[in-house]
């Protein structure tokens, strides 16, 4: 069993910004996709940020510039720093821990981020 547990989000105004942790923790001790994934209000879920464990980062065009991904892999661990955060960034976001290429993954429980105009 495998758990993600994240924390950082709350309630923000509009050009601040906010970091968001998640922790894996379970009977998987390694993991070769960390990601990122949001949903607002009324949208699907989509994909914010991944960072593979030995590659290159990828970022949605809505954020490039502005947020950025990084893993501690001894702690299994994931963070997503958010500046100059926007309204249209109001989400739900989702951490996601895939252990091998092309296999399933595990989903955090969410955390909710709110940019105040």
């Known amino acids: 069993q495998v758990q993600l547990v994240e924390s950082g989000g709350g309630l923000v105004q509009a050009g601040g910004s906010l970091r968001l942790s998640c922790a894996a923790s379970?009977?998987?001790?390694?993991?070769?996709?960390m990601g990122w994934y949001r949903q607002a209000p009324g949208k699907q879920r989509e994909l914010v940020a991944v960072?593979?464990?030995?590659?290159?980062?990828n970022y949605a065009d809505s954020v490039k510039g502005r947020f950025t991904i990084s893993r501690d892999n001894a702690k299994n661990t994931v963070y997503l720093q958010m500046n100059s955060l926007k309204p249209e960034d109001t989400a739900v976001y989702y951490c996601?821990?895939?252990?091998?290429?092309?296999?399933?993954?595990?989903w955090g429980q969410g955390t909710q981020v709110t940019v105040s105009s």
């Open positions: 960072i593979p464990s030995g590659g290159s980062t």
């Open positions: 379970g009977s998987i001790f390694s993991f070769n996709d």
């Open positions: 996601n821990a895939r252990p091998l290429p092309g296999t399933g993954s595990y």
